[in-house]
């Protein structure tokens, strides 16, 4: 089971850390993700991380603004996201597959959190 939080309302430019919080499995065995989705829109990947987090895949929207970290043992997962803008007001959602390869597709990960809002106000 995955579990978000850390969501809010924040104003334009500032600064929230996202948390996942992971059960049930051995978490090192899982490559772990960050997607979003906005209103209307389609489920955007956003980050992923491997196994032993010495590796992460950023989509370009969010490189060099938003940064994953895992702990495994703390069994969670983060998302700091700096600089904040109206654009990321989404539900963010962690992702968690057994995989060896980091994925970037909804298809690739099998277990999801239930998700945090994020508001950005301009």
């Known amino acids: 089971q995955l579990a978000e939080s850390g969501g809010g309302l924040v104003q334009a430019g500032g600064s929230l850390r996202l948390s996942c919080a992971a059960s049930g499995g051995v978490f090192a065995w899982y490559v772990m993700g960050w997607f979003r989705q906005a209103p209307g829109q389609n489920r955007e990947f956003l980050v992923a991380i491997s196994r032993n987090g010495e590796n992460a895949n950023y989509a370009d929207s969010v490189k060099g603004r938003f940064t994953i970290s895992r702990d495994n043992a703390k069994h969670a997962l983060y998302l700091q996201m700096n600089n904040l803008k109206p654009e990321d007001t989404a539900v963010y959602y962690c992702?968690?597959?057994?995989?060896?390869?980091?994925?970037?597709?909804?298809?690739?990960?099998?277990?999801w959190g239930q998700g945090t809002q994020v508001t950005v106000s301009s």
């Open positions: 992702a968690a597959e057994q995989a060896l390869m980091i994925g970037t597709t909804q298809d690739a990960y099998t277990f």
